[in-house]
């Protein structure tokens, strides 16, 4: 073990001591008959991105908590970070809830750019029964970010007890953008309550998401808790720490095929892949791509990301076990969207750094210098593109289309599409107390969806799902809860789910899928797809089926006006 690694051990133990003590095995676990939840999200991940969907990376916490729990093969999303995070943490379609695109306010109820306050979140519905809630990482639900500005949509107003993390999208891992304590803005520097030896995020969400358990298995043990950790790994940039990337060197030299294909194999073994799905075509030529270094050192960066992260999610199950917690806490771990194939950072921008000069910011200063951030907290220029090798802090590179596409195997599609490389990732759920034993270990075929996470919660937790609220009548739920699963029961689809962003549409009704790419120009035309034996979306049965197809049309029009879509592009009021 490196003395990095065992440094970095003995300060997460220095940590958790700090503040925690100790409790009695079992202790948490007797004093409270509802279950603690703890729900875990990655970002910008692919379907076969961990070890237990076919992965070469390591993820032995996520392949235990898979092995021991429920792996399920047909989750949805809605293809990119804000409108997943609003079905998620409202259990209404993104739409409803107020965020039908991104942060900005295009002057539709649908399209506000900030949680609808006529949608619940999880940790408002969860405190009728008794929970106390926490989270650590990526919110990403508002488009109220001035430091001095209204925080009534922020983690604690929407039903966090506390909070710890970046209220934006992405930014730097070792000086991240929008980083905040509660309600108040922060830098790596001047905050008196974290100093690791090294800062980088991925380590400071694990580790404030593991104080707030300590904390909570201190002073309020006989409490249950909601806990959500939402990383913002592997998000580009690709920046991770020398000792989890040497774990990888050269495991990318042979390119994107070798890689994909593995995975497609060890998926079809791992029963998360039919063997009747042949694997999508390959997207991008490696022997025509140049910078092979540069390329192999990408994904090495994003497995060495994912890894570390894999760790992270360990030391809290560890937590949860010291405190005796484990048995019964539901743990569920998903992705927001599927792989990214954005260009962020690839072009090299040497010519316009040459010679440029930051002067440091200072402990207090915030990190505002442009998106993306064009200097370290020391002064130094931040370089992208080839030969700039992705890793260090002055470094802000995305891996690329070529490895989104391995990410993705074995179907089309990336974040930001409505096939199902862009919409549909893993679903981990680990229970001891609520999983039959004899589910263990089981693979789940039914279709299911963000919008489900809240109805889970609620089925599970004994809470109350309100009418109103403060005043204000609430939207019903519209997921179903994934319990009957638990015990090896169908899951009941009380209608279609439909898909929209940015154009892109999809719905999905049993064994169908419709969907439909924005060209700008090009009329919109409608692809149908037979889900049982044809995933990966190479046989467009639209022209064989018209009635079919006409009828999902119908569908997915009747979701779009009860949701709010507006055609594309929106017209802004």
């Known amino acids: 073990m490196s003395q990095v690694s065992i440094m970095r051990k003995r300060l997460t133990a220095c940590f958790v001591a700090l503040f925690s003590t100790a409790a009695a095995p079992g202790a948490a676990a007797a004093q409270s008959p509802h279950p603690n939840i703890v729900l875990v999200m990655a970002d910008d991940m692919g379907y076969s991105d961990i070890g237990c969907y076919g992965s070469e990376i390591a993820t032995p916490t996520l392949d235990a908590l898979a092995s021991g729990g429920l792996r399920f093969t047909q989750f949805y999303n809605t293809s990119r970070c804000c409108p997943t995070r609003a079905a998620l943490l409202t259990g209404l379609f993104n739409h409803q809830a107020g965020i039908g695109l991104m942060t ?13 306050r006529t949608a619940m979140t999880i940790p408002e519905v969860l405190r009728s029964a008794g929970y106390r809630s926490y989270m650590s990482g990526k919110w990403h639900v508002t488009r109220y970010l001035a430091p001095n500005g209204d925080k009534s949509s922020w983690p604690l107003g929407r039903g966090f007890d506390r909070f710890y993390g970046t209220t934006y999208a992405a930014g730097s891992y070792y000086d991240p953008l929008t980083l905040a304590r509660g309600n108040t803005y922060i830098t790596p520097v001047n905050d008196a309550e974290y100093q690791p030896e090294q800062f980088y995020y991925t380590d400071a969400i694990s580790d404030n998401a593991v104080r707030y358990l300590a904390d909570h298995g201190r002073e309020h043990a006989g409490e249950p808790f909601f806990l959500y950790v939402s990383y913002t790994a592997p998000h580009w940039p690709m920046h991770a720490l020398e000792e989890d990337v040497a774990r990888y060197r050269g495991k990318y030299d042979g390119g994107y095929a070798p890689i994909r294909e593995a995975r497609y ?27 092979h270094a540069w390329e192999s050192r990408s994904m090495e960066i994003y497995a060495a990301m994912v890894d570390r992260m894999d760790g992270g999610i360990g030391r809290i199950v560890d937590e949860l076990k010291r405190q005796g917690a484990w048995e019964n806490t539901l743990f569920i771990y998903l992705q927001d969207n599927g792989a990214s194939a954005e260009g962020e950072g690839r072009l090299s921008n040497a010519l316009q750094i040459a010679g440029v000069r930051y002067r440091p910011l200072g402990p207090d200063e915030l990190q505002t210098h442009g998106w993306p951030p064009m200097q370290t907290r020391d002064g130094r220029p931040v370089r992208t593109g080839p030969p700039a090798m992705a890793g260090p802090e002055d470094s802000f590179v995305a891996y690329g289309r070529g490895w989104a596409n391995v990410s993705n195997t074995p179907f089309r599609g990336y974040k930001h599409d409505q096939l199902e490389g862009g919409i549909s990732t893993p679903l ?27 109805a889970t919660c609620v089925d599970v937790s004994g809470a109350k799902y309100p009418a109103e609220y ?104």
């Open 104 to 116: 900005e306010d295009l002057g539709y109820d649908a399209y506000r750019g900030v949680l609808s």
């Open 428 to 454: 981990v759920v680990h229970w001891p107390a609520g999983i039959a034993a004899d589910q263990a270990g089981k693979i789940v075929h039914d279709v299911s969806h963000l919008i489900d996470i809240m």
């Open 265 to 291: 194999r060890r998926a079809i073994e791992l029963g998360v892949v039919e063997r009747e799905w042949p694997l999508s075509p390959g997207d991008v030529n490696w022997e025509r791509t140049p910078h």
């Open 470 to 573: 403060n005043g204000r009548p609430i939207q019903p739920l519209e997921g179903a809860s994934l319990r009957p699963t638990f015990t090896g029961q169908p899951l009941a689809r009380p209608a279609p789910l439909g898909f929209e962003h940015h154009g892109n549409l999809a719905l999905r009704d049993g064994r169908w899928k419709i969907v439909s790419t924005y060209r700008a120009g090009q009329p919109r035309r409608w692809e149908l797809y037979d889900m049982q034996s044809d995933r990966t979306e190479l046989n467009d049965l639209a022209d064989e089926m018209p009635k079919k197809l006409a009828e999902m049309i119908a569908k997915w029009r009747a979701w779009a006006g009860r949701v709010g879509v507006q055609p594309w592009p929106i017209r802004p009021q």
